[in-house]
């Protein structure tokens, strides 16, 4: 059961030398199906004869079970008690730190013990008022708590391993530590997939990041990790958001399709989403989604559904369509749009708008699907550059777009070569947000609250991964880079959580800044020659754009309307700002001339968005 490491002035300690088995959590029981019996007499005379055996059973092993705890209490009691005795005797002989091991141990087994929680009390303070403990003393409490840990381990008592193992690691962090770490990570493990078996994902999570935190990159703990990220964003948007929950969902299924019940979770999502679809006569729509249920379970009744949508589908595709409104005057520019609709509409300008391409993202109500167009200034039209995204990001040069992918099949960000109009998965969590390029275009950082405990994080990652999970740097979100590479800003507070607003840190994370001081301070852009930034913030009570001073801290503000102003980016000379409002009742939008503060309306962008301070805006030459 155990092996023997010798370490320098150390005496032959007791390691494990196999760890617990994992237990399975999958286990299925065997489905029984009886015979039924030709006369009802039979039957019923079986049935009585089955009750009285279960309540046997029952009577027999309730009484077994009764016993087995019963004899358990009196050896915990017993083993407690003889601790607390090996606890007297070393506070008698001055070995304190070996007498509050002792009472630990023994009151960890009987936590009715009123005198021994006296005499580890007694015990501590002796320890405070004698000061540090010699090496020696110290040495033989680490060797204690040691064997102690092991023998819980061995027993399988996972719990209480771990916690004995953390008092060791605290009391000493070199004593056995590889034997300690290896015991702390698989225990963990393990108990974090007894925790994913009980439904209790955020114990689940934590486990699994001890694990990470002990062994980082360890590819178990990560893939579990992020299956019960995923599968607890799920639970956490159902009945919210039918959308998101399947994203989270089919990102899931795509990577283990039988992870608990991913499987029936993500056919009724689908199936709900498609009710409401369907209640609100969006047929086509919903007899898609009603398809994807059937394909993972083709019960009868989603099949009905998929074959009833299909036909009320094509009733209204053969009826008269009414010509669509359009949200601006002008007249309307064609797209490549997959299905007739009105595209986003240019203002015809009062002022000079400048030069370039400005990319953004519009929303379709009726078919629930976020678009990125991207806008010629010098032609004034709009152009599809992507469906199924948001947020994009162009690359330095123009050649590549980073995006938000909404597209169900592909999660995560994406990656869009404009010249071959190839997009590559760059990442799969639904949460992933935000992209932003660094200047030589080898790394892009992101925002995400993938984690169980739902923080932002900014991390960097390579565009040339694929489905990667990237670098965590800093506690934050929403990432600028600034064209010089030096710096990246974002939204954050300090390690206390206080003094939020917009920070700027080095890459990779250090020697963070507070630049601005205000809590709602965000959606940070960097002018291109890197003395000043924009921003967005509620300071006054509504989102106006501002503008500091990176020399000197001073601030301007740029904007002052009572719609909301938001998500800026910059012109490439650097005269400009381009912004996101809806002053007049819709989403558009508008530039504005840093000199003088003129404001002129470009383009309307669709629909109300559901959240419109997630969306971003690109501006390239």
């Known amino acids: 059961m155990f092996r023997k490491r010798k370490r320098a002035n150390d005496a032959d300690i007791p390691v494990p030398d196999q760890l617990p088995a994992l237990e399975g959590m999958d286990e299925q029981a065997d489905d029984a199906q009886g015979l039924r019996p030709r006369i009802w007499l039979w039957t019923l005379i079986a049935a009585l004869v089955v009750v009285l055996l279960v309540v046997y059973v029952l009577v027999l092993g309730g009484k077994g079970i009764y016993d087995g705890l019963r004899d358990r209490a009196l050896e915990n009691q017993q083993f407690a008690q003889e601790h607390y005795e090996l606890g007297l005797a070393q506070l008698e002989d001055r070995q304190y730190e070996l007498a509050i091991a002792e009472f630990e141990l023994a009151l960890r087994h009987d936590s009715s013990l009123v005198d021994a929680r006296n005499r580890l009390q007694e015990a501590k303070e002796l320890v405070q008022a004698q000061g540090t403990p010699t090496s020696e003393t110290r040495q033989d409490a680490a060797r204690l708590l040691y064997l102690q840990a092991a023998a819980l381990y061995e027993d399988g008592n996972l719990p209480q391993s771990v916690s004995v193992l953390d008092e060791l690691r605290g009391l000493d962090a070199d004593y056995q530590r590889e034997n300690v770490e290896t015991m702390l990570s698989t225990a963990h493990y393990q108990l974090g997939q007894n925790a994913v078996a009980e ?9 699994f990041e001890a694990v990470l935190a002990i062994k980082p990159g360890d590819k178990d703990a990560q893939d579990q990790l992020n299956l019960a990220d995923l599968y607890a964003a799920a639970l956490n948007y159902w009945e919210r958001d039918w959308s998101a929950t ?22 009724d999502a689908y199936v709900s989403r498609g009710d409401g679809l369907a ?4 047929w086509c729509l919903a007899g898609d989604d009603y398809a994807s249920a059937a394909e993972i379970l083709p019960l009868e009744t989603t099949v009905d559904k998929r074959d009833d949508a299909r036909i009320h589908c094509q009733a209204t595709a053969e009826a008269p369509t009414p010509t669509p409104t359009l949200r601006a005057t002008a007249t309307s520019i064609a797209g490549p749009t997959d299905s007739p609709q009105a595209t986003p509409q240019p203002t015809p300008p009062t002022m000079a708008l400048g030069k370039g391409r400005i990319a953004f993202t519009s929303y379709d109500a009726i078919r629930q699907r976020y678009d990125i167009y991207v806008v010629d200034l010098a032609q004034g039209d709009a152009k599809l550059l992507r469906a199924n995204g948001s947020q994009p990001a162009f690359s330095p040069g123009g050649r590549m777009l980073a995006f938000r992918n909404m597209d169900p099949q592909h999660l995560g960000l994406g990656i869009l070569n404009l010249s071959s109009s190839t997009v590559s998965e760059l990442t799969t969590h639904v949460e992933d947000a935000s992209p932003t390029w660094s200047p030589d275009m080898d790394q892009l950082v992101f925002a995400s609250n993938k984690h169980g405990d739902r923080k932002w994080r900014v991390y960097a990652i390579s565009p040339y991964e694929v489905r990667g999970e990237g670098e965590e740097w800093i506690i934050g979100q929403k990432p600028a880079w600034s064209r010089d590479g030096n710096r990246i800003a974002y939204h954050g507070c300090d390690e206390r959580g206080d003094n939020c607003g917009i920070w700027v840190v080095q890459p990779g994370g ?8 205000h809590v709602s301070d965000i959606s940070a852009a960097w002018s291109p020659d890197g003395t000043q930034l924009a921003f967005a913030s509620t300071r006054t009570g509504n989102w106006e754009i501002y503008l500091v001073e990176i020399a000197t801290g001073q601030e301007k503000r740029l904007t002052d309307h009572p719609a909301t102003d938001f998500s800026p980016t910059w012109s490439p000379d650097g005269k400009q700002i381009a912004f996101l409002s809806d002053r007049e009742g819709a989403w558009a939008v508008y530039i504005l001339d840093v000199k003088s503060g003129q404001v002129q309306k470009l383009i309307a962008t669709g629909d109300a968005y559901p959240d419109p301070f997630a969306e971003t805006l690109s501006w390239i030459p």
């Open 199 to 207: 439904n209790r994902l955020d114990d689940a999570i934590s486990h």
């Open 246 to 267: 399947i994203q989270a969902l089919k990102g899931l299924y795509t990577l283990a399709p039988d992870y608990k019940d991913v499987k029936v979770r993500l056919r």
């Open 279 to 282: 209640e609100d006569g969006n």
């Open 510 to 517: 250090f020697n963070g800044a507070r630049l601005t001081s």
